[in-house]
């Protein structure tokens, strides 16, 4: 009985070790067509709720080409009710 206890405790311990002896790999890049389309600089102007809308949007990949961020602003030239 001792030694199927030991056994099993030194197959758990092994079993715990192993993947930290390998060394951890960064996921590989993240690629989509569509998504790799959206990369750039947008301006996007149009009427929302009866207003005109004038805004400018960045879109990059970041975090090892894991994510896509996308952050939409007021255009520099959009009216000051655009701005707040």
């Known amino acids: 009985m001792k030694t199927a206890t030991c056994l099993l405790?030194?197959?758990l311990i092994v079993t715990a070790i192993a993947p930290l002896q390998s060394g951890a790999q960064a996921p590989g890049e993240w690629r989509d067509d569509l998504?790799?389309?959206?990369?750039?600089t947008w301006k996007?102007?149009?009427?929302?709720?009866?207003?005109?809308?004038?805004h400018?949007?960045?879109a990059e990949w970041v975090l090892n080409h894991?994510?896509?961020r996308i952050r939409e602003k007021a255009a520099a030239g959009a009216p000051g009710s655009e701005n707040g």
């Open 56 to 58: 400018e949007v960045d």
């Open 66 to 68: 894991q994510f896509h």
């Open 9 to 11: 405790l030194i197959t």
């Open 35 to 40: 998504v790799d389309h959206m990369v750039g």
């Open 44 to 54: 996007l102007q149009g009427t929302v709720m009866a207003r005109d809308a004038h």
